[in-house]
């Protein structure tokens, strides 16, 4: 089940860690959705944080002009990169009933949309650490679950996220993070 544009503004917030590339994968989808055509507002939210420390980032993607400048409150997507942070935060939190949850995990959708009690909606796990950890050898994690993101709501095509990584990460990094991509949108799971 793909994102309905036609309602207006699809709202993405991102929950992560400091360092972990929160607001990289944020600003990645953004720029894929604005290559697409759309009007996008992509921005992070923190003070004075530190390695380590929880972040969020927000995303709107709309075939329209967006007038709204405010936090996302009431978001259609919510991707927790980190999965440390599933005991600290409740990712589900402000989630629309039919919103779709995406989490790095090796879990089953099942268990995630239990523990935080989202019964409706679509909840995608994809196991983002592993495939980093294997295909570049560190734990670079956020594309493997923005691309977990992107299979599941359909608001923009692989390939145009593919484009937008390489060009910001030419040669091997570009090139690594083209298969974490591909692999991570086979392997995610929705349920």
Known sequence: MALDFAKGITEFRWHGRGGQGVVTSNQMLGKAALAEGNYI???PEFGPERTGA?????????????QVYAQVYRP??????????????????????DGI?????EKDPAEIR?????????????????IALEVMGRPFYNMP???????????V????????????????????NKVAIERAVKEAKIG
Do not use: H, W
């Open 76 to 97: 259609d997507v919510v991707v927790c990169i980190d999965p440390t942070l599933l005991d600290v935060v409740n990712p589900a939190e402000g989630l629309k009933e």
């Open 41 to 43: 507002q992509a921005f």
């Open 157 to 176: 095509a692989v390939e145009t996220v593919i484009k937008e990584v390489q060009e910001r990460y030419p040669g091997k990094v570009g090139d690594l």
């Open 114 to 130: 239990k523990k935080f009690g989202f019964s409706t909606g679509k909840v995608v796990t994809v196991d983002a650490t592993k």
């Open 101 to 105: 949850l995406v989490v790095n995990s």
């Open 145 to 155: 679950t923005m691309a977990a993101a992107v299979k599941a709501t359909g608001v």
């Open 54 to 66: 929880p972040v969020r980032a927000f995303l709107r993607i709309s075939k329209d002009p967006i």
